[in-house]
């Protein structure tokens, strides 16, 4: 059964705080690992997408690793406006199966 | 450059009425993607529609239907509404074969009563 993972369910760190988020999946049939991050009430927003273990892709402060069964959403010396809930995806013929996402909270 | 645009953005029905639910793909893209959202759940996959077809479905039950247009835009129809159907509906559009990175609507929040 297909499955993905996230841990922690929840996070709050201090501004400046850095950490990491992780995602666990099955690894049969992997067509790419996504990660979006997502706002209270409003949909999804793309941010990176890994196909093989190794690769690695940043944006601002988040960088995203992924190996062979699992990936990490690291994030440095996060900003408040960097609150919001992460959501990692595995994807096969196109059809995205999420986590349940992982909700971050910056404190200033 | 237009993304994806959902429509409407709340929806409240009463249990057993039918809704439709409208999407446009984000401009080039040719793949659109239906999931469900329940509260502090992560999106659950409904159906995908390409060229006017529907290529794969999730575990929902029929009373979810769906339709493409030529224009590539959407439409997600559900009958006999319950209670548990309230959630947040996104659409995803992509375009196949290309990294199948899939972009999201705002979603309609749906309440059903």
Redesign the interface.
């Known amino acids: 059964e297909d499955q993905v993972t996230q841990s922690p369910e929840a996070l709050r760190l201090q501004e400046g705080e850095s950490s990491s988020l992780n995602c666990s999946y099955t690894v049969s049939g992997l067509r790419g690992l996504f990660w979006y991050r997502q706002d209270p009430g409003k949909g999804p927003e793309f941010l990176f997408t890994l196909y093989s273990a190794g690769e690695e892709k940043e944006k601002e402060r988040l960088k995203a690793t992924l190996t062979k069964k699992e990936s990490f959403l690291h994030i440095t010396a996060p900003k408040p406006e960097d609150s919001a809930t992460y959501l990692c995806a595995r994807g096969i013929r196109e059809k995205l199966t999420f986590g349940t996402g992982t909700r971050l909270t910056i404190i200033p | 450059d237009a993304g994806?645009t959902?429509s409407p953005t709340h929806l409240i029905k009463t249990r057993g009425q039918q809704v439709t639910l409208r999407c446009s793909p984000k401009s080039g893209h040719d793949?659109v993607?239906w999931?469900q959202q329940a509260l502090?759940?992560?999106?659950?996959?409904i159906f995908?529609y390409y060229e006017e077809e529907e290529?794969?479905r999730?575990n929902f039950p029929d009373r979810f239907s769906g339709h493409q247009f030529p224009n590539y835009s959407s439409e997600l129809n559900v009958n006999a509404l319950l209670l548990g159907d309230s959630a947040?509906y996104?659409c995803?559009s992509?375009q196949?074969g290309v990294?199948?990175?899939?972009?999201?609507?705002?979603?309609t929040?749906l309440t059903v009563t």
Do not use: C, D, W
């Not at chain 2, 502090?40 to 996959?45: I, L």
């Not at chain 2, 990175?101 to 979603?107: A, D, L, R, S, V």
């Open positions: 994806v959902q793949t993607s999931y502090g759940q992560g999106p659950q996959f995908q290529r794969q999730g947040l996104l995803a992509s196949r990294r199948h990175e899939q972009y999201f609507g705002p979603g929040r």
